[in-house]
């Protein structure tokens, strides 16, 4: 069965303080991983999509990477606007729908 | 360009009471879905249609009916309200590649009582 976790379940940092969010998978025949931004009472926001080991992706102060068995969200010196919940999700090779992990809830302290 | 819309933003209903919650693209996107999103449980799949006249179970389908018409509507009934169907719903898009990003909708928070 395809799984997605994240970890931690939250973050809490100090305005500037980079740090990294996981995202473990376990997909047969990975198609894409996806990270998405979800601000309270609204839909997520897709950020970026990683296709094969190796790959990176910016964006502002967002940084995705992806290995053969997880996906990292590097954030370099945060500010609070930041401060989201932050889901990543997967697909296979069989056409099947989206995977989704429980999120990573961010605060940045100013 | 609207996007994804879904109507309504809130609603409460009692046990047993039905409703459909409306989701609409106009993206021309072949690829609809549906998810409920619960504290601690993330985005859940409810159903999903990959065109027009199809559409097939996600992982959590009990008390939920969907159709698909057309290729800018996509539907969600519930057909007899439970306490256990509060929640928020989003409704999401894609073009028919399955590997393409989603466009998810606002929401719809659903409280039954």
């Known amino acids: 069965e395809d799984q997605v976790t994240q970890s931690p379940e939250a973050l809490r940092l100090q305005e500037g303080e980079s740090s990294s969010l996981n995202c473990s998978y376990t997909?047969?025949?990975?198609?894409?991983l996806f990270w998405y931004r979800q601000d309270p009472g609204k839909g997520p926001e897709f950020l970026f999509t990683l296709y094969s080991a190796g790959e990176e992706k910016e964006k502002e102060r967002l940084k995705a990477t992806l290995t053969k068995k997880e996906s990292f969200l590097h954030i370099t010196a945060p500010k609070p606007e930041d401060s989201a919940t932050y889901l990543c999700?997967?697909?296979?090779?069989?056409?099947?729908?989206?995977?989704f992990g429980k999120g990573t809830r961010l605060s940045v302290i100013a | 360009n609207a996007g994804v819309t879904q109507t309504p933003k809130f609603q409460v209903l009692k046990t047993g009471q039905s409703m459909t919650l409306q989701c609409a693209q106009d993206?021309?996107?072949?690829?609809m879905s549906w998810y409920r999103q619960d504290p601690g449980m993330g985005l859940r799949l409810i159903h999903y249609s990959v065109g027009a006249g199809i559409t097939d179970q996600g992982e959590v389908p009990n008390g939920y009916n969907v159709s698909r018409s057309t290729t800018e509507d996509f539907p969600l009934r519930l057909l007899s309200a439970a306490p256990s169907q509060t929640s928020v719903y989003f409704c999401?898009?894609?073009?028919?590649?399955?590997?393409?990003?989603?466009?998810f909708g606002p929401g719809t928070r659903l409280t039954v009582l």
């Open positions: 997909v047969s025949g990975l198609r894409g």
């Open positions: 999700a997967a697909v296979n090779s069989g056409n099947t729908p989206l995977v």
């Open positions: 993206m021309n996107h072949e690829y």
């Open positions: 999401a898009t894609k073009p028919g590649e399955v590997y393409n990003e989603q466009f």
